[in-house]
């Protein structure tokens, strides 16, 4: 695994952090481990939202110009997360698909290129790169994981040897959605910087539960969705864009991302000069007045939780589970490449699929089947009484082979 790069300071550990199950809405009757489908909104989030929503009953409170500009706010706290120095260079959008045809639009492919991504990766991440290597002749290369033990390490592996100097792009998630396998960014950031291949990370399924430093992995763009791991509202997504795209050109021209566009008595005097950073790349009426305050709570309650101390409480939470249930038969990647908030757990032979999910249904434990897994998703809400739940549903299905 590699270690922090030098001159990064590391941030001072803090103590062990709680169940915050009462944070959340969550009926005591559920267990919910199913994030990486869809974060639960915390009630401070809600709140935030009702409020939002009031403030639209009487127009008069959303003053401009600066209400207008209030999602500068999202950029600062999403860069606190990520640790980025800049939050200009954080663009406001609507979705993870979006950010990805940002950043396609803006990279040049010739044919005889090759763009590199996952085997079943997300397909808000694939759509785009179809489309380049279609009309580029560009090879689009789907690296799978390779049959047989030590999966994980296989997958990251195949993933270095597929990106050669033809390599043109890399657009990976650091952990895929389907069975939670983690991927070694930091080896993958540096082999495309030796191969001057762009390096374009989808972290939906990671970040808010789990560290990601800019300053270490240097993606030239990272894209994150905020209705699962940050826990915020659908239909919004936080974007860094680096220096590799500060010229580019944006999917759609709104006014908002010009220079001087706070001049609200002036708008007509049309400026070609954009707004610094990657506010160009900003989706129209970006200012959302209902959605930017819900995800603005959640993020600075991420912030006081810490990614680093969410990662330990699912890693501690489910220890003594995964012990358990590989004792009945059942299978996960090996601790070294994956991370404790997502993991695919793999049946023991003749363990019915079909069967599983109804009994997960009738017991109320929502988990998500991902082709041959059932990929668990825990997060600070969860606590052992959840935990007791879910295994009694793996203990009745192996009895019941």
């Known amino acids: 695994m590699s270690e922090p790069a030098v001159g990064v300071r590391e941030e001072a550990p803090r103590a062990a ?13 559920l267990a919910y ?6 974060g639960p909104l915390p009630k401070v989030a809600e709140g935030a939202g009702v409020e939002a929503i009031g403030r639209k009953t009487v127009p008069t409170r959303i003053v401009p110009p600066t209400d207008f500009w209030s999602t500068d706010r999202l950029r600062e706290l999403f860069a606190r997360l990520v640790h980025l120095d800049d939050p200009m260079r954080v663009a ?13 639009r803006n990279l040049h492919v010739e044919a005889g290129q090759n763009i590199v991504i996952t085997h079943e990766q997300f397909p808000g991440n694939v759509y785009s790169w179809r489309r380049m290597a279609g009309e580029s002749g560009a090879q689009l290369r789907a690296v799978a994981p390779g049959d047989g033990a030590d999966r994980g390490r296989s997958w990251n592996t195949r993933l270095l040897e597929a990106i050669d100097a033809r390599t043109a792009v890399v657009s990976v998630p650091n952990v895929h959605w389907t069975d939670g396998t983690w991927f070694d960014l930091d080896q993958i950031g540096r082999r495309c910087r030796d191969v001057g291949a762009a390096f374009i990370v989808d972290a939906t399924q990671s970040v808010g539960a789990l560290d990601f430093d800019v300053r270490v992995v240097r993606p030239d763009a990272l894209i994150v969705a905020t209705y699962k791991w940050l826990l915020g509202p659908y239909s919004l997504s936080l974007a860094y864009f680096g220096p590799r795209f500060d010229d580019g050109t944006p999917l759609e021209e709104t006014w908002i991302a010009r220079d001087r566009s706070s001049d609200f008595q002036n708008l007509v005097d049309y400026q ?10 900003d989706v129209s009426e970006r200012s959302n007045f209902f959605l930017a305050p819900i995800a603005a709570a959640s993020l600075e309650l991420l912030l006081e939780w810490g990614p680093t101390r969410i990662q330990e409480y699912c890693r501690v939470l489910t220890r003594d589970f995964l012990r358990e249930a590989a004792e009945m038969g059942y299978s996960v990647e090996d601790e070294a490449w994956r991370r404790s ?11 019915d699929l079909g069967a599983l999910r109804d009994m997960l249904a009738r017991r109320n434990v929502a988990a998500s089947l991902r082709g041959t897994a059932l990929r668990l998703s825990p997060n600070v809400y969860n606590d052992d009484e959840d935990v007791a739940a879910l295994m009694d549903v793996l203990k009745d299905a192996v009895r019941a082979r």
């Open 17 to 29: 952090l709680g169940c915050q199950r009462g944070a959340f809405m969550l009926p005591r009757s």
């Open 33 to 38: 481990f199913n994030c990486a489908y869809m």
């Open 92 to 104: 406001i959008q609507p979705g993870v698909s979006y950010g990805v045809a940002t950043a396609a």
């Open 272 to 281: 070609d000069a954009y707004a610094p950073g990657a506010v160009r790349y």
């Open 341 to 351: 908030h997502l993991f695919g757990l793999r049946m023991p032979t003749a363990v």
